[in-house]
T-cell receptor, first 113, second 116 residues
Framework: DAKTTQPPSMDCAEGRAANLPCNHS???????VYWYRQIHSQGPQYIIH???NNETNEMASLIITEDRKSSTLILPHATLRDTAVYYC??????????????FGKGTKLTVNP | KAGVTQTPRYLIKTRGQQVTLSCSPI?????VSWYQQTPGQGLQFLFE???????NKGNFPGRFSGRQFSNSRSEMNVSTLELGDSALYLC???????????????FGEGSRLTVL
């Protein structure tokens, strides 16, 4: 699996957009970018994933650069409940029938009132 | 739909004992994975099952084992517990196995094991 690099921590004001960066400079053409988050004492939660195009769902937007070497997860209006560790994961489109995810250290996002 | 259910949520064991953790996936999900989370190592993949067969295994000693039943429920067992096995053990289920749009896992809240 391609490695990802994320800042260890970020702060954001409540109500503002939170932009979480991720570098994945060794990503291959057949690898997706996934984002999960883990709120304290809970299991990780799937947020969004994408291959080439930008993606948006009810939780967030994912912006992937044209060269696919980096991406940004955007929480448009962060709330206190968005305080969590956010994981950026690169995973092959298919990987021999496995659903395995390789988690890094993630970014600890703190949303401040 | 009920989420992934893990039992027990908390347990305390002593070194040398063994422990069995249980996971009930979301109804209709046939793929179950297990992860260990510790402050030092983060989230690490243990193993995954699909249709009662182990499909992938992480880099853990043989003391860690698992199985999946015909109803997709899964158990993992750790024998001869060591202090370092203290961790949050997370189970995740998925409706499809290795599909192109796979990778969307639904996690339970975990079983927190403390080994004294």
């Amino acid at each position: 699996d391609a490695k990802t690099t994320q800042p260890p921590s970020m702060d954001c004001a409540e109500g503002r957009a939170a932009n979480l960066p991720c570098n994945h400079s060794t990503i291959s053409g057949n690898e997706y970018v996934y984002w999960y988050r883990q709120i304290h004492s809970q299991g990780p939660q799937y947020i969004i994933h994408g291959l080439k195009n930008n993606e948006t769902n009810e939780m967030a937007s994912l912006i992937i650069t044209e060269d696919r070497k980096s991406s940004t997860l955007i929480l448009p209006h962060a709330t206190l409940r968005d305080t969590a560790v956010y994981y950026c994961i690169v995973r092959p489109v298919t990987q021999g029938g496995s659903e395995k995810l390789v988690f890094g250290k993630g970014t600890k996002l703190t949303v401040n009132p | 739909k009920a989420g992934v259910t893990q039992t027990p949520r908390y347990l305390i064991k002593t070194r040398g004992q063994q422990v069995t953790l249980s996971c009930s996936p979301i109804s209709g999900h046939r793929s179950v994975s297990w992860y260990q989370q510790t402050p030092g190592q983060g989230l690490q993949f243990l193993f995954e099952y699909f249709s009662e067969t182990q499909r992938n295994k992480g880099n853990f000693p043989g003391r860690f084992s698992g199985r999946q039943f015909s109803n997709s429920r899964s158990e993992m067992n750790v024998s001869t517990l060591e202090l370092g096995d203290s961790a949050l053990y997370l189970c995740a289920s998925s409706p499809r196995q290795g599909a192109a749009r796979g990778g969307e896992l639904f996690f339970g809240e975990g079983s927190r094991l403390t080994v004294l």
